[in-house]
């Protein structure tokens, strides 16, 4: 069983900066992908961002240029670089772990831009 923790998340004022983190314990088998997911209030979950295991990433076309996603797979983490926020990208965002064909969710964390 995998269990991924995010952290990082808060207030922020528009134009501002946040980083996430999704730490991803419980397996001694390694991760292969891990990717970021959030959902706003009334909204789907939509995809962030994605971190292959060899550090391929990729990103929707609306978030490219502003958000950076990296990882440390010594530490099973994975890390969202989030700049020049927008009200827009307030949500709650998850973290998704795949191991061995199995995914896993974190329990969120929430995102706040405003002033």
């Known amino acids: 069983q995998v269990h991924p923790v995010e952290s990082g998340g808060g207030l922020v004022q528009p134009g501002g900066s946040l980083r996430l983190s999704c730490a991803a314990s419980?397996?001694?088998?390694?991760?292969?992908?891990m990717a970021w997911f959030r959902q706003a209030p009334g909204k789907q979950r939509e995809f962030v961002a994605v971190?292959?295991?060899?550090?391929?990433?990729n990103y929707p076309n609306s978030l490219k240029g502003r958000f950076t996603i990296s990882r440390d797979n010594a530490k099973n983490t994975v890390y969202l670089q989030m700049n020049s926020l927008k009200p827009e990208d307030t949500a709650v965002y998850y973290c998704r772990a795949v191991v061995a064909g199995m995914i896993y969710w974190g329990q969120g964390t929430q995102v706040t831009v405003s002033s």
């Open positions: 419980g397996s001694s088998l390694s991760i292969d992908n």
């Open positions: 971190i292959t295991s060899g550090g391929s990433t």
